[in-house]
């Protein structure tokens, strides 16, 4: 009894939906040779190159021990590479290659991709109070 009462909340239903995003989020991402995550890592340098992993991880909302275990992965695949900060060298930079560079536009349409599919079938006032939704559901939960 216990387990349909968990079942028939909206939060289970969030966590259920959120697993099928990600499973599909890294069907596509595959296509374009990325992981789940990688493409978060990235955005974060098209939009300011060079910051440092502790930036990163507060960004993304992670530990710092993740952000180095997904640098270390995405370094070997060449897409970033760390250098030491010229002012503190104790401090290390994470900038993207010229393969990082180019992913962004496959991102891109991999990304309007995936909305359109979630989005299938609803309408614009419909889509807008998802919007509204998600963001109050994100504001409760900070």
Not at 8 to 22: A, D, E, N, P, S
Request: with cysteine; net charge negative; hydrophobic share 40%.
């Amino acid at each position: 009894m216990a387990e349909e009462a968990i079942k028939g909340t909206i939060g289970y239903l969030i966590v259920q939906v959120c697993k099928m995003h990600r499973n599909k989020t890294a069907d596509l991402l595959a296509d374009i040779e990325l992981y789940v995550g990688q493409e978060m890592f990235l955005l974060e340098l098209w939009q300011q190159d060079g910051l440092t992993q502790s930036e990163i991880a507060g960004d993304l909302c992670v530990q710092p021990a993740t952000v180095t275990r997904m640098l270390d992965r995405m370094e070997k695949a060449g897409l970033v590479e760390r250098q030491k900060d010229m002012e503190d060298q104790r401090v290390s930079r994470v900038y993207l290659t010229e393969t990082g560079r180019t992913l962004q536009e496959p991102v891109r349409e991999m990304w309007q991709r995936l909305e359109q599919q979630t989005l299938a079938n609803f309408t614009l006032e419909e889509r807008l109070l998802l919007r509204r939704f998600l963001l109050q559901l994100q504001e409760n939960l900070s």
